[in-house]
C-alpha cells in the first residue's frame, strides 16, 4: 500500500519564476492539505482540497493556488517566487471517514529560491 | 485564534534516560485534536498520536506515553529508555473542530539528540 507521494524531491528556482509540486495521496483517502515549512519552523497550513474544491485556507498570498483532480492528486502552484518561499513543502492526505482520520505526511518537496 | 507551544527548543540525552516533551495548547474550540508527530532527519512527518479533546486518559505505547491535562492545557509526551533513534524532531500539533476543522496548527517543535 503506498503511501503519500510527491514530486519532485528538490527544486531549485529563480526569483520571480513559478513552479509546480505534485502530490498523489494514500491509497484510500480523499482529502490532500499542503504544508509550507521553513528550516527551524513547525509545518504551517496552506490549504486543504476535498471533492476538488479548496475547502480551508491558512494565511498565505494568493500567489499560492492549488488543484485537486477527480483521482484526489492535487498540484500546489506558487507564482512570482520569493526567496522567503524557500521551504520543504508538505502534502498530507486524509480520508473524510471519521475512523481514519489521522494527515499521512509525503516526504516533501524541498524548494530552493535563488 | 490557534495556538501551540513546545517551550523546549533542544533536548540532549544519554540513551536509555527518559525525557519529557512539554506541548501547551491554546484553542477557542471546546472540542477538538491534539496531535503528536515526529520528523527524523529524512524529513517526513510521522503520525504517533491523536487525542480527542473529550479523553483526558492518559495513553502508553511501548516506550511512549502521552499526559492529557485539559486544566493546564498541555499535552505532554515521554519517551521512557530513550534509544539513539528516537532523535528527530517532535512536533505537538491541535486542529480545532470549528473553523479550524482540516487546519493543523502545528508547535515549533523540539530537537531532541540521544547520545549513545
Known amino acids: 500500500d503506498a503511501g503519500v507521494t510527491q514530486s519532485p524531491t528538490h527544486l531549485i528556482k529563480t526569483r520571480g519564476q513559478q513552479v509546480t509540486l505534485r502530490c498523489s495521496p494514500k491509497s484510500g483517502h480523499d482529502t490532500v492539505s499542503w504544508y509550507q515549512q521553513a528550516l527551524g519552523q513547525g509545518p504551517q497550513f496552506i490549504f486543504q482540497y476535498y471533492e476538488e474544491e479548496e475547502r480551508q485556507r491558512g494565511n498565505f498570498p494568493d500567489r499560492f493556488s492549488g488543484h485537486q483532480f477527480p483521482n484526489y492528486s492535487s498540484e500546489l502552484n506558487v507564482n512570482a517566487l520569493l526567496l522567503g518561499d524557500s521551504a520543504l513543502y508538505l502534502c498530507?492526505?486524509?480520508?473524510?471517514?471519521?475512523?481514519?482520520?489521522?494527515?499521512?505526511f509525503g516526504p516533501g518537496t524541498r524548494l530552493t529560491v535563488t | 485564534a490557534q495556538k501551540v507551544t513546545q517551550a523546549q527548543t533542544e533536548i540532549s540525552v544519554v540513551e536509555k534516560e527518559d525525557v519529557t516533551l512539554d506541548c501547551v495548547y491554546e484553542t477557542r474550540d471546546t472540542t477538538y485534536y491534539l496531535f503528536w508527530y515526529k520528523q527524523p532527519p529524512s524529513g517526513e512527518l510521522v503520525f504517533l498520536i491523536r487525542r480527542n479533546s473529550f479523553d483526558e486518559q492518559n495513553e502508553i505505547s511501548g516506550r511512549y506515553s502521552w499526559n492529557f491535562q485539559k486544566s493546564t492545557s498541555s499535552f505532554n509526551f515521554t519517551i521512557t529508555a530513550s534509544q539513539v533513534v528516537d532523535s528527530a524532531v517532535y512536533f505537538c500539533?491541535?486542529?480545532?473542530?470549528?473553523?479550524?476543522?482540516?487546519?493543523?496548527?502545528f508547535g515549533q517543535g523540539t530537537i531532541l539528540t540521544v547520545h549513545p
Open positions: 498530507a492526505s486524509s480520508s473524510t471517514g471519521l475512523a481514519n482520520y489521522e494527515q499521512y
Open positions: 500539533a491541535l486542529e480545532g473542530l470549528g473553523t479550524s476543522y482540516g487546519k493543523l496548527t
